[in-house]
Nanobody, 124 residues
């Protein structure tokens, strides 16, 4: 059974940092692209960042570029999202997802597996 488990969410003040982790189990995710998405209350799920499993390519939403960094550790079957300079508008549930195609995609429909999500709240 494939599982993606996110962790690292929480409450942080504006300008602060958090590091989200996503651990994958149940299969080897070689050649899978991995992504982070988020969903705020009353809004659609939106793309945040993605990375090829080799780590050679990354892509970010404009809203998080230069503040967030996606990385992976293939030996641990894990993906991370370092979030710096957090803003109140970054508040959302953050989801990790796995895409069996080797290509990075911003579209939720391309992703085959999803985690349960972790809440990030940015507030003073």
């Amino acid at each position: 059974q494939v599982q993606l488990v996110e962790s690292g969410g929480g409450l942080v003040q504006p300008g602060g940092s958090l590091r989200l982790s996503c651990e994958a189990s149940g299969r080897t995710f070689s050649n899978y692209a991995m992504g982070w998405f988020r969903q705020a209350p009353g809004k659609e799920r939106e793309f945040v960042a993605a990375i090829t499993w080799s780590g050679g390519r990354t892509f970010y939403a404009d809203s998080v570029k230069d503040r967030f960094t996606i990385s992976r550790d293939s030996a641990k079957n894990a993906v991370y999202l370092q979030m710096n300079s957090l803003k109140p508008e970054d508040t959302a549930v953050y989801y990790c997802a796995a895409n069996s195609r080797s290509l990075i995609s911003i579209m939720t429909a391309w992703y085959d597996y999803w985690g349960q999500g972790t809440q990030v709240t940015v507030s003073s």
